[in-house]
């Protein structure tokens, strides 16, 4: 976190009380739209077939492609008559209180910047690349739209019984790294890897990590890291699924989770239904900083 460059403690000058600023849209260079189009291009070389089908019909029903970075007040007229969403744009990463009440009442934060042309494969922090063209399809869809409300309003439950850190590692291996499985085979689904061109790959067809089953309470007990490709992903049988799954009453399940052991990234269960038993061969070379997202 200590080398993030958007990371405030307060609403830097300009932001509202409620961390939102103008996009300022008038004032991205034709190099930001460049590097927009430039990482566009490279992931549709590559999602068709791997992504989801919600994720590409969101794709085309915001029309992101467009002529570099979207206007957040154009996307807003199409992605609000779908499914009631709207995106904010803030200065970076924003409190958890202040994300929770975002998501809550339909409203995604985005980063404003962008990244660096020769930051293409890999930005540690999130963009407005990261946060647009990985996040925003999903809301298209009336069910995942309503997963993310009701993860935001849970969010402010987790706060209050201190329980975040449980309900982060739900959003981590879902709205982040979910993959889902479909007919077809397993598909992406999570932004952190489908704005990533070589993590895109990676969490499908490489054999290094484990793939498995998504049971609600063991995910929320599973340590991840945010530095290099994932150890482990969890396959939701569809997004249906997940929104029922996860809009059950959590103060039992936190009763349980306070006795419950934290689970290391690479392990596998007894219980667990394996997809994939990973070989970890990439980990346990040490990983690289190769992706983007």
């Not at 206007?71 to 994300?99: C, H, I, Q, S, Y």
């Not at 739209?145 to 291996?173: F, H, P, S, T, V």
């Not at 990590?209 to 007990?221: A, T, W």
Request: net charge negative; aromatic share 12%; hydrophobic share 40%.
């Amino acid at each position: 976190m200590a080398d993030f460059e958007h990371v405030f403690t307060e609403p830097p000058p300009g932001a509202n009380a409620d961390w939102t600023i103008d996009q300022a849209w008038d004032r991205y260079s034709e190099v930001e739209h460049q590097t927009w189009v430039t990482l566009y291009e490279r992931q549709m070389g590559i999602l068709p077939g791997r992504a989801c089908d919600a994720f590409l019909r969101g794709l085309d029903a915001l029309d992101l492609h467009g002529e570099g970075i979207p206007d957040f007040r154009v996307m807003n007229e199409k992605l609000k008559a779908l499914t009631g969403w709207t995106v904010v744009a803030v200065p970076g990463l924003v409190p958890d209180e202040v994300f929770f009440d975002h998501l809550a009442n339909r409203r995604f934060p985005s980063g404003q910047f962008i990244r660096k042309p020769d930051q293409l494969d890999y930005l540690q922090e999130p963009d407005i690349f990261h946060d647009v063209f990985g996040h925003v399809p999903m809301l298209t869809d009336p069910t995942f739209a309503d997963y993310m409300e009701a993860y935001g309003k849970g969010g402010q439950r987790a706060a209050e019984l201190g329980m975040l850190q449980n309900l982060a590692r739900l959003y981590w291996y879902t709205v982040e790294f979910g993959l889902m499985e479909t007919p077809e085979g397993l598909r992406i689904y999570g932004a952190g890897i489908v704005s990533s061109r070589t993590e895109s790959v990676f969490s499908l067809e490489d054999p290094s990590p484990n793939r498995l089953g998504f049971d609600l309470e063991r995910v929320m007990r599973t340590l991840y890291r945010i530095d290099d490709f994932q150890q482990v992903y969890f396959v939701i049988p569809s997004l249906d699924a997940l929104l029922a799954e996860t809009t059950k009453d959590f103060g039992p399940i936190y009763d349980r989770l306070k006795n419950a052991g934290e689970i290391p990234i690479e392990t596998i269960l007894p219980s667990d239904r394996v997809y994939t038993r990973g070989t970890q061969a990439y980990a346990h070379a040490g990983g690289r900083f190769a992706k983007a997202g």
